[in-house]
């Protein structure tokens, strides 16, 4: 376990959960407190020390929420971690990180247009981005599990 | 007030690059046509925006609706370069949740199949780098290597480009020996040819005048901006997932982790010529010790039918960098959510800010130095601010432009 993260959850920041195959260990928190977490990161492990791989939407239709799963990689020995929060499915909102880690554009720009997840303070976000423009005048997220495409 | 000065701009250059790019999912990786537009004053670009969903393809979406066995040649299908990889990681992710393991035979040749494609995806990007430059011949005399390194594939995969190697618990062709000798023939017919290249880049000046100190990222910009693969790596990053994680067999086969720290284009396509020959060098490792134990090709009749619920989380080191697939299974004969991460989408989406300060001619050799893949990055709008003309510039000529002599036709 990496010790930064440790004192993160020993600071009630995250909350150790288990792991996800193969060996990524899984945190989560709750989406109010994303930026401290992430300016957390930045002042402890530093600008070199860790990048945001991706994030992963993923619609939990029967809780009626939708997932989100950052992937940090913390150099330099690469070790993944996965810090996991989840967002309403009806009022999809959680603050960006664009500014603190710029890696942050290509995954919440994807995510807002195919889930519909509104990550508030990125001026980037628009629709389209990927999908066709029929899909967005119709109002549908093609990746949430209704949708019909 | 200082700094506030009017400047009179009256001419915009707007650059769409059509990048032909035929990827998936969310991700321009290849030949999927994406927009870069370019704003520049002058020769020198001051704003770039990168416009995409030209041809978003949907395969997330498709591989939700899919069995897991359809989705091995569905994922193989987000990128035609770099198929075997996208097959490896989805893979060995759906192997994480079924909880089995190929023999070690099998992890052998699955190196031995992605190592080619390394090896002839960076020769390409190579050979695109010195056609952009306006070095047609060093284009054409890469791209007739690079042949041999198709061959090879061929004799490997069954196929020189789409592959399809990749089986839950092994590979889908075994190697005999014969084809070995076959392999190490070509192999050691490369190698040479490589070493020859890679001096020519080291040494020959018009290559060193258009990619030294061009598209400069600082190793500290490489990380906050999620950058991967060999632009990552030229920036002093040492990050690798074939060291990393060591999947299939990379813990057992020694190799070097390039590192460069001159930050610039020319670091990169280096980086690229030292890890091809890297990967020679692994390629006859893998054929000298090649395991004898364990069957390489599964019986598919056997290979499992239910899949457990489960999440697996896989990466891989692909040609451009740490490519990432999540699969989540809920027990049913579909998975519940397939994210691919292409490393292109970091590389090309999130780099809009290292072209500015460089001129226009060094837009195209930036671009190429991130490895995107292009095939159709053909055109140039010229609009006159004055007159509303709008003209188009095909982007060879423009690229052969350079700082010191512009074409008149097209300078401003």
């Known amino acids: ?149 | 007030m200082q700094g506030c000065r009017a400047v009179a701009i009256d001419k915009v250059i707007e650059v769409p690059y059509a990048l032909e790019i035929p990827v998936g999912p969310q991700h321009p990786a290849l030949h999927e046509p994406i927009l870069l537009k370019a704003y520049a004053d002058g020769e020198e670009v001051v704003k770039v925006e990168v416009h995409t969903g030209y041809n978003h393809r949907g395969i997330e979406k498709l591989a939700e609706k899919n069995s897991f066995y359809r989705d091995i040649f569905i994922v193989s299908r987000v990128c035609g370069i770099c198929n075997g990889v996208h097959a490896n990681c989805f893979v060995r992710a759906v192997e994480q949740i079924l909880g089995i393991e190929p023999s070690p035979r099998a992890k052998y040749l699955r190196v031995l199949a992605m190592e080619l494609e390394r090896m002839h995806s960076h020769m390409l990007i190579n050979a695109v780098m010195a056609e952009i430059i306006g070095f047609d011949s060093l284009f054409m005399n890469i791209m007739r290597d690079r042949e041999y390194i198709m061959k090879s594939k061929e004799i490997v995969t069954g196929n020189r480009v789409s592959a399809d190697y990749m089986i839950f618990g092994g590979v889908r062709r075994d190697l005999s020996s014969d084809k070995i000798d076959k392999l190490r023939k070509l192999i050691d017919r490369v190698i040479p040819r490589i070493k020859y290249y890679k001096k020519l880049f080291m040494e020959d000046e018009t290559i060193l005048k258009r990619l030294v100190d061009v598209g400069v990222v600082k190793p500290s910009e490489a990380t906050l901006y999620g950058l991967l693969g060999p632009v990552a790596r030229a920036s002093g990053v040492k990050i690798d997932a074939r060291a990393s994680d060591k999947y299939d067999a990379y813990g057992e086969i020694p190799f070097n982790v390039i590192v460069r720290n001159e930050c610039d284009a020319w670091a990169r396509m280096m980086v690229r010529w030292d890890e091809a020959l890297e990967s020679a060098k692994i390629i006859k490792y893998v054929l000298d010790h090649l395991p004898q134990d364990g069957k390489a090709v599964p019986d598919e009749r056997r290979l499992p039918r239910r899949f457990p619920p489960g999440e697996a989380y896989t990466r891989v080191e692909a040609p451009r960098g740490e490519l990432i697939y999540y699969v989540m299974s809920d027990g049913k004969p579909m998975p519940y959510r397939v994210k691919i991460r292409t490393p292109s989408v970091h590389n090309i989406l999130n780099t809009a800010k290292f072209y500015i300060g460089y001129s226009i001619a060094d837009l195209p050799v930036i671009l190429t130095s991130w490895d995107p893949c292009i095939s159709c990055m053909e055109r140039l709008t010229i609009i006159d601010l004055r007159t509303g003309e709008r003209r188009k510039v095909p982007m060879k000529e423009l690229a052969g432009g350079g700082k010191k002599w512009v074409n008149p036709r097209y300078s401003l």
Do not use: W
């Open chain 1, 1 to 149: 376990m990496i010790e930064e993260i440790n004192e993160l959850v020993k600071e009630g920041l995250l909350k150790e959960v288990g792991t996800i195959k193969p060996n990524r260990e899984l945190y989560e928190f709750s989406h109010e407190r994303i930026r401290e977490i992430f300016k957390q990161l930045l002042e402890r492990l530093g600008e070199k020390g860790f990048y945001l791989a991706t994030i992963v939407g993923t619609d939990i239709l029967k809780d009626k929420k939708i997932r989100l799963d950052y992937y940090v990689v913390v150099l330099p020995e690469e070790t993944t971690i996965v810090l996991r929060t989840y967002v309403d499915r009806d009022n999809p909102e959680i603050n960006s990180i664009l500014d603190l880690i710029p890696a942050a554009l290509a995954p919440e720009c994807e995510i807002h247009d195919l889930l519909g997840v509104v990550f508030k303070g990125n001026p980037a976000l628009r629709r389209p981005f990927f999908v066709p423009e029929e899909l967005v005048e119709k109002g549908i997220y093609p990746l949430r599990k209704d949708a019909r495409v």
